[in-house]
């Protein structure tokens, strides 16, 4: 198995643009997480889904944010408008529900707006 | 409001010692407690966990102690090598809501 793809690895944009943040979770997991790496807030969950329902979104940090899946195979994560602000890492991960040894991270998106 | 977090932000250790990462929580209920180690430029990888009910758990090279009584978690690393340099992450899992740490880097010298 090639692990959970994140897709871009580096991103740099304007402020103002829209950023699309994409993820195949591991075949077969059924749960899929969203999280945001800063030096400051450390390692933040922003969103998880279970079977493909959000389940959880009191991490997304406002409006600007959204996430999909719009099936098991697939998720993204946008920003709309970007602003410097979001600068971080960001990590999509997936695990088979009830599975502690099975959460499985990407490898991130850097995401960098000026 | 609730969180899990470390108490030293680096830790340097000879090659061969052991080396003692520390974490303390305050969530009671969380089901697990859960140690990760990123490695630059790579997302978090499990090391080990411990259930919440369960005092010690070993792995290869390495031993989780769980301290409810003063809400404490440590990762132990025998012989460490110096791929085991990385940042380790506690985290706890309550649900399917996994809660990190800050983070400590660990820093092993040849």
């Known amino acids: 198995d090639a692990g959970v793809i994140q897709s871009p690895r580096h991103e740099v944009t304007e402020m103002g643009q829209e950023v699309t943040l994409r993820c195949k979770p591991i075949s077969g997991h059924n749960s899929l997480f969203w999280y945001r790496q800063t030096m400051m807030r450390g390692l933040e969950l922003l969103i998880y889904f279970n079977n493909n329902v959000p389940i959880d979104d009191s991490g997304m940090p406002e409006d600007r944010f959204s996430a999909k899946m719009p099936n098991a195979s697939f998720s993204t994560l946008k920003i709309q408008p970007s602003e410097p602000r979001d600068s971080a890492v960001y990590f999509c991960?997936?695990?088979?529900?009830?599975?502690?040894?099975?959460?499985?991270f990407g490898s991130g998106t850097r995401l960098t707006v000026v | 409001g609730e969180s899990v977090g470390l108490h030293l932000p680096t830790l340097s250790v000879q090659e061969g010692d052991n080396s003692i990462i520390n974490c303390a929580y305050s969530?009671?209920?969380?089901?697990?407690f859960i140690w990760y180690k990123q490695e630059s430029g790579k997302g978090p990888q499990f090391i080990i966990d411990i259930r919440s009910n369960m005092d010690k758990r070993q792995g290869q090279r390495v031993t989780v102690l769980l301290n409810k009584t003063v809400k404490h978690l440590s990762l132990q690393i025998a012989a460490t090598q110096p791929g085991d340099s990385a940042v380790y992450f506690c985290?706890?899992?309550?649900?399917?809501?996994?809660?990190f740490g800050e983070g400590t880097q660990l820093t092993v010298n040849p």
């Open positions: 991960a997936s695990s088979l529900r009830d599975r502690v040894s099975g959460y499985t």
């Open positions: 969530n009671s209920a969380s089901d697990y």
């Open positions: 985290a706890e899992l309550k649900g399917s809501r996994l809660t």
